[in-house]
């Protein structure tokens, strides 16, 4: 296993363990994130405001764009070869956007249309094109993971404790615990000839109880003929790419949760 020397970029001073390397600095100013950047060899871009709600939507999307544009641009001068950037299934609309709208299939995959309806969502789909701009136009390897709720271990057991998230509508009802994200990420900075790639990271299960099959066409009747792709506890959307491409799964489910 190959081992990294790992370093923080972040504005405010945050406890890293020993071994890593903390610069604080502002993503936001292009010569910070160039000087944090020197000598480095891939980066894990996870820096964002993470929801609508939290600031004013004009801040957040100027802070997302920014901050993403300037990451790629410093890898750019800097020639560093691979950027791994977090999006979100958020780009898809259902998050915190309309969920009266059907999907045109099921389980979502990576071809299926993106349709932010939110500052959050519509800032992580400018992201995604803002690496695949730099894709190619030098040839910059850039991989975008698409996560959906990220739970700690310790929400994870809550999940167990409650059975499962209320089904509430149409949604993909995915999560992934954050040790199955870094992970992903990791297989994301280490696997060579990735190329521009874009992959969906979830769990296996959903976050519901109850099978998708069997609950959605109740509250969504445009789906019924769809559900039958859906496999057991199959969330809406797919990580088959992520496995095949990345040779990553997921290893927590609340369903099996252990310590």
């Not at 780009?91 to 099921?106: I, M, Q, T």
Request: contains cysteine.
């Amino acid at each position: 296993e190959t081992n990294h020397e790992l370093i923080v970029f972040d504005r405010v001073s945050v406890p890293v363990p020993e071994n890593v390397r903390l610069i604080v600095g502002d993503l936001l100013v292009l010569e910070e994130v160039l000087a944090a950047f020197s000598g480095v060899d891939a980066v894990i871009h996870l820096a964002a405001v993470p929801r609508p709600g939290i600031v004013p939507d004009d801040v957040l999307f100027r802070n997302n764009v920014i901050s993403t544009f300037h990451v790629h641009e410093a890898a750019r001068q800097l020639g560093i070869r691979r950027v791994v950037s977090c999006s979100s299934t958020a780009v898809l609309g259902w998050d915190w956007g309309r969920n009266d709208e059907p999907p045109r299939y099921l389980p979502i995959d990576e071809d299926h249309p993106a349709r932010p309806q939110d500052s959050y969502g519509l800032s992580k789909l400018v992201g995604e094109n803002i690496a695949f701009s730099y894709f190619l136009r030098c040839g910059m390897e850039t991989v975008i993971l698409r996560p959906p709720w990220l739970v700690t271990p310790a929400q994870l057991q809550e999940l167990r404790e409650k059975g499962g998230v209320a089904p509430r509508g149409f949604h993909h009802y995915a999560y992934l615990d954050v040790r199955d994200f870094a992970t992903a990420c990791r297989r994301a900075v280490e696997l060579p000839n990735l190329g521009h790639l874009i992959a969906f990271v979830c769990a296996d299960d959903t976050s519901a109880a109850a099978q998708l099959s069997t609950f959605l066409p109740s509250v969504m009747p445009a789906v019924a003929s769809m559900v039958g792709a859906l496999e057991g506890l199959q969330p809406a959307i797919t990580n088959a790419r992520a496995k095949r491409l990345l040779g990553w799964k997921p290893s927590y489910s609340w369903r099996e949760y252990t310590d």
